[in-house]
């Protein structure tokens, strides 16, 4: 019996699950653009190239290997637009008795999938992606009776299943966790690697062409695209991580500055998400330049953690608990999103720096995102569903299952801190210290109040007053909490006077 196997957008890697028992003589890989999953947000131009240009390179690559492959195009005039119009329509093609595939990523896509077999009248196998490094049934039994599903509990468990930086039953260096190490601001004079880029071949270029005619009004550039879109090149970018950038990552992985848009950090996160590799290739390489001594233990950990830890933990809390997670909205925020976030358009410097930094390049590194967007929409009081799209939108990296957690539970504490024990609000110290965004900025972060004061300066402390009823309780905000108390009532409602004035703003376009 003729099989087909379906493999989407985000699972390029010829081991998937769906790959896995081929019969290249009877069976047919489908892959699929369609219009829905371009558009179901207004995906970074790059973003939908990326995607697109690696589908097509990882055809080629299998037909090379003798495999037929049914290919449809975006562009193609009888494409139907959705997955389940085009499965439908190759299922007629090829006369196929069954359908193959591998679990998807996001939930929506995940339902769909499900419904397939009734609806063709015709088995439709759902095989489980092995890709990653816990499978969501080992993490809903790690999860099942605990009272508190701390990431760190679960990176510890983590570790001692790999056996990766373990010594018998004890963490490589005697802790855990050497996060502490990682914090450094980045020196003025310091040589950055640049980032391993691609020149866009023939097929790259013909994707990069379609996505600037047809999705003209979505976000970000097209140029300058220099992703990778093969597994050959990002293997390329996997070893220059590790022998350029993977020394100096922990030292700076928090640092931010506006002239190095990628700093020390991977920008691995894309090749990993779609398939072009796997997290367990990208962690080995790191533990193999400790091993060779020449990345520290502090680096190897920090990204270690990235992966094995939080990559992880993301996708199990995110099947463990959708869809009713996506719906949840503890600290009742309702704002609307403000244009800026789209338009870059603001006098708030580090704001403007990372969302041009965003538009040109479909990445900002995870403190940006978590500290910066994250942190001023969390004080803002924004809506969590327009932030999730906004970050869903704007990033190459971005998918559902490992966005959603990230921005909801971590960056705006929608959940009320099922997956993070506080919310990570911040005023503008922070971003003084860890970046150079406050110089020549129109605000300033010494200023606490007034027309030159920092916005993020207010606006902590506001947070901090009109959530106070959910967040006070918690004991990891007894300090703010404690200096709020002392504060003169004067002071107080001066913040408040400010704060709403400045949130007022927002929606008649104060910048």
């Known amino acids: 019996m003729k099989t087909l196997r379906l493999v989407l957008g985000d699972q390029l890697s010829r ?11 009877k069976d ?9 999953e371009t558009t179901y947000v207004r995906h970074h131009k790059q973003k939908i190239v990326l995607v697109l240009a690696a589908m097509r390179h990882f055809a080629a690559a299998l037909r090379a290997e003798g495999i037929r492959v049914d290919y449809v195009q975006l562009d193609d005039p009888a494409n139907t637009g959705t997955f389940s119009g085009e499965l439908r329509r190759a299922l007629a093609r090829h006369k196929a008795g069954c359908v193959v595939a591998t679990e998807a990523g996001e939930w929506r896509v995940q339902e769909m999938m499900q419904a397939w077999s009734a609806e063709l009248g015709l088995p439709v196998e759902i095989r489980a992606d092995d890709r990653f490094l816990c499978s969501r049934a080992e993490f809903a039994a790690w999860a099942a009776g605990r009272k508190s599903l701390r990431m760190e509990l679960f990176y510890r468990e983590m570790r001692r299943k790999t056996g990766w930086l373990m010594n018998a039953d004890q963490p490589e260096g005697g802790e855990w966790n050497y996060d502490a190490e990682n914090r450094k601001a980045l020196p003025k004079h310091i040589a950055i690697p640049p980032l391993k880029r691609f020149v866009p071949d023939a097929i790259t270029r013909a994707v990069m062409e379609l996505v600037a005619q047809r999705f003209a009004g979505h976000f970000g550039d097209v140029e300058p695209f220099g992703w990778a879109v093969t597994r050959a090149d990002a293997l390329k970018a996997l070893q220059h991580f590790r022998t350029k950038c993977l020394p100096k990552f922990g030292d700076y992985e928090d640092a931010m500055n506006s002239s190095a848009d990628y700093l020390f950090h991977s920008v691995l996160s894309p090749y990993i998400n779609i398939g072009l590799l796997s997290p367990q290739e990208v962690c080995t390489a790191a533990l193999a330049a400790y091993k060779a001594g020449t990345a520290p233990l502090a680096a190897v950990e920090g990204f270690v953690r990235q992966i094995l830890g939080w990559r992880e933990y993301m996708r199990g809390i995110y099947w463990l608990d959708m869809p009713a997670y996506a719906r949840t909205n503890f600290l009742k925020a309702r704002r609307a999103l403000p244009d800026f976030y789209w338009t870059g358009e603001t006098n708030m410097q580090c704001l403007r720096e990372t969302i041009g930094a965003t538009r040109r390049n479909a990445y900002a590194h995870h403190i940006q995102r978590l500290m910066l967007t994250g ?16 970050y869903l939108s704007v990033y190459a990296d971005a998918f559902e299952w490992v966005e959603l957690p990230n921005t909801h539970g971590m960056a705006l504490h929608a959940d009320g801190g099922r997956l993070g024990s506080k919310p990570y609000a911040a005023s503008g110290a922070y ?36 959530n106070a009823e959910k967040l006070k309780p918690n004991p990891r905000m007894a300090l703010p909490y404690g200096t709020l108390a002392r504060m003169p009532a004067e002071n107080k409602q001066q913040i408040i006077t400010e704060a709403e004035a400045f949130l007022d703003g927002l929606e008649t376009g104060y910048k």
Not at 28 to 36: D, K, S, T
Not at 375 to 390: C, M, R, S, Y
Not at 448 to 461: D, E, I, Q, S, V
């Open 375 to 390: 942190n001023f929409a969390l004080l803002a009081g924004i809506a969590p569903a327009q932030v999730e799209d906004w």
């Open 431 to 466: 971003i003084d210290r860890m970046s150079n965004y406050c110089a020549g900025c129109a605000f300033s972060p010494k200023i606490k109040l007034g027309p030159k004061a920092c916005p993020f300066n207010y606006l902590y402390w506001y947070f901090l007053i009109v």
């Open 15 to 25: 081991s998937v699950s769906a790959l896995q028992g081929l019969d290249s003589a």
């Open 28 to 36: 047919v890989v489908l892959l699929l653009e369609v219009q829905a």
